[in-house]
């Protein structure tokens, strides 16, 4: 397993978590690497992404909200969330490569539950 996405759980609207993905040293290597989701019924999406020199992005429905990070010396990239909502309740898997389209990569680890519930 080469990346390996944990820290989902039963959330509260309003609070917050922080999702990790560990990866391997040549993973985490990539041009482009980024969050992704899946809610049931829905297309994957990018959530938001990181480039290998730094350069992020996140999706309008989360700007303001979750944030894009990685820590080098321990090959792990992560994504704080605030604030959120029901609405972001999905599947929540990382990828890497030399793109951010969820189209162009075959292999997607397990993921990581995400549910968003009074």
Same mark, same amino acid.
């Given at each position: 397993v080469?990346?390996?996405?944990s820290g989902g759980g039963l959330v509260q609207p309003g609070g917050s978590l922080r999702l990790?993905?560990?990866a391997s040293g040549s993973i985490f290597s990539s041009n482009y690497m980024?969050?992704?989701r899946q809610a049931p019924g829905k297309q994957r999406e990018l959530v938001a992404g990181l480039t290998r020199v730094g350069f992020t992005k996140h999706?309008? #429905?989360? +700007?303001?909200r979750f944030s894009i990070s990685r820590d080098n010396t321990k090959r792990t990239m992560y994504l704080q969330m605030n #604030?959120? +909502?029901p609405e972001d309740t999905a599947v929540y898997?990382?990828?890497?490569?030399?793109?951010?389209s969820p189209d162009e990569y075959k292999y997607w680890g397990q993921g990581t539950q995400v549910t968003v519930s009074s």
């Open positions: 080469q990346l390996q996405a990790s993905c560990v980024g969050w992704y999706a309008d #429905s989360v +700007k303001g #604030s959120l +909502k898997y990382c990828n890497a490569g030399n793109t951010w």
